[in-house]
């Protein structure tokens, strides 16, 4: 089975620029994750998706991310424009989605930003 | 009261150790605890998880430690290998809370050969 795809691997934009982040889920899985690891930290919910629709973008900058899962299944998460600060691991991840198997998050491996 | 705090930082353990990583979290609410195994350069990968009714659970050379009452839950790796090198991430999740991840600080193991 494919795991959770992403890209780019790497990415390093000046700030005030643009940057735009890919995944593509595991097949079958209802529930889509973008989650922002700053060095040392623990990652830290962004987004979440059920299907096409947003369940959770409560910790989202909303004034300079935005994601979108138009078909319910590619997702990107863009960032514009870049602070210093958004400098992180941007992972994603999946999950089944109903029942028991909600609870099972798999990641992808992550696109390492780097604003400068 | 969304948080989970992890210890310690890093850990050194030798060879045929023992390693143990703690966490402890406030929302009774939370009724699913997963450990995460991260490599440099990886996504977190799941390791085990344990639900509240059970006080333990084993896979291998790892198992989850959960006392509810304190609201506590810990991660052994018994005969710790130089493989095991890596960082540990403790989480909680709640079917009411969306099944949302709140993650732990990380633990930084080093095993030593």
């Known amino acids: 089975e494919a795991g959770v795809a992403q890209s780019p691997r790497y990415k390093i934009i000046e700030k005030r620029q643009s940057v735009a982040f890919w995944c593509n889920p595991i097949?079958?899985?209802?529930?889509l994750y973008w989650y922002q690891q700053i060095l040392g930290q623990g990652p830290k919910l962004l987004i979440q998706f059920q299907n096409n629709g947003v369940v959770d973008d409560s910790q989202l900058p909303k004034d300079r991310f935005s994601a979108e899962r138009l078909k319910g299944v590619d997702s990107t998460l863009k960032i514009q424009p870049a602070k210093l600060e958004d400098s992180a691991v941007y992972l994603c991840?999946?999950?089944f989605g109903t029942g028991s198997s909600s609870y099972e998050q798999y990641f992808g491996p992550g696109t390492r930003l780097t604003v400068t | 009261q969304q948080q989970v705090k992890q210890s310690p930082q890093s850990l050194i353990v030798q060879k045929g150790g023992i390693s143990i990583i703690n966490c402890a979290y406030e929302n009774t609410a939370f009724d699913y605890f997963p450990w995460y195994q991260q490599f440099p350069g990886k996504g977190p990968a799941l390791l085990i998880a344990?639900?509240?009714?059970?006080s333990e659970k084993k896979e291998g050379r790892f198992t989850i430690s959960f006392n509810k009452s304190a609201k506590q839950f810990s991660l052994h790796i018994m005969d710790s290998q130089p493989g095991d090198s890596a960082t540990y991430f403790c989480a909680a999740s709640m079917e009411s809370g969306t099944y949302k991840y709140i993650f732990g600080t990380g633990t930084r193991l080093k095993v030593l050969a």
């Open positions: 991840a999946s999950s």
């Open positions: 344990i639900r509240p009714d059970v």
């Open positions: 097949s079958g899985h209802a529930t």
